[in-house]
């Protein structure tokens, strides 16, 4: 099956720096989603991006389907971006429905 | 609108019992699924049902589980009987547009039941 790949697997940020998280997929997808799992467990939708580059405030993914990876970027990092970050993704073609995750990046954003 | 809900929030029952663990997915939305969260092992997909059928359920764990998903606005797990390595998390998803074979819709998830078996 598909294999996702998360790195770094935790992150320490000073409140206000910038980063970038990675996500590399050892095949083909039509699905690529980034998630925050936050502090109380809840699994909060950031990006739908099987492809190409989306912005949405301080966040943007980019995802490069041909080469296999995605990268999700926070920007002036807030405490309230602590939290655990996963991709998901499912297979192109496949018969399976499947959204595999990866392992995660842990995020604490320190004030 | 409301999004995908999941109850009970938390349970906490002894060795042995059965547990009951519901899901009302998004309106419109004919793709469920059952995932399960543990420190060891991630988020673990158990079962995916698409329009009310149950498509995958290779990721359940054992007999003790089973899912039924009787209409499009309604799904239950059950875990009969329960251990204490059923201790986790258990979230409901859903999503919209997919058929048996392919969905590529975007994946909602409810706030999760945490469930622990003592």
């Known amino acids: 099956g598909i294999q996702v790949e998360q790195s770094p697997p935790d992150l320490i940020l000073q409140e206000g720096a910038n980063s970038t998280l990675r996500c590399n997929f050892s095949?083909?997808?039509?699905?690529l989603q980034w998630f925050h799992q936050n502090p109380w467990g809840q699994l909060i939708n950031l990006f739908y991006i099987p492809s190409g580059t989306k912005q949405n405030g301080r966040l943007s993914a980019t995802t490069v389907a041909t080469e296999r990876y995605s990268l999700l970027y926070i920007s002036s990092s807030q405490t309230t971006d602590s939290g655990v970050y996963f991709c998901?993704?499912?297979?192109?073609?496949?018969?399976?429905?499947?959204?595999?995750f990866g392992g995660g990046t842990r995020v604490l954003v320190k004030p | 609108d409301a999004g995908v809900i999941q109850s009970p929030r938390h349970e906490v029952t002894e060795m042995g019992q059965e547990v009951t663990l519901r899901c009302k997915p998004i309106s419109g939305h004919n793709s469920l699924f059952w995932y399960r969260q543990t420190m060891m092992r991630g988020l673990e997909l158990l079962i995916y049902?698409?329009?009310?059928?149950?498509?995958?359920d290779s990721g359940m764990p054992e007999d003790r589980f089973s899912a039924k998903m009787p209409n499009a606005s309604f799904s239950t797990l059950k875990i009969q009987p329960s251990e204490p390595r059923d201790s986790a998390v258990y979230f409901c998803?859903?999503?919209?547009?997919?058929?048996?074979?392919?969905?590529?819709?975007?994946?909602?998830f409810g706030e999760g039941s945490r469930l622990t078996v003592l």
């Open positions: 998803a859903s999503s919209p547009g997919g058929t048996a074979l392919a969905n590529t819709g975007e994946l909602f």
């Open positions: 095949d083909s997808v039509n699905n």
């Open positions: 049902f698409n329009n009310n059928v149950p498509i995958d």
């Open positions: 998901a993704a499912r297979l192109k073609g496949a018969a399976g429905n499947k959204l595999t």
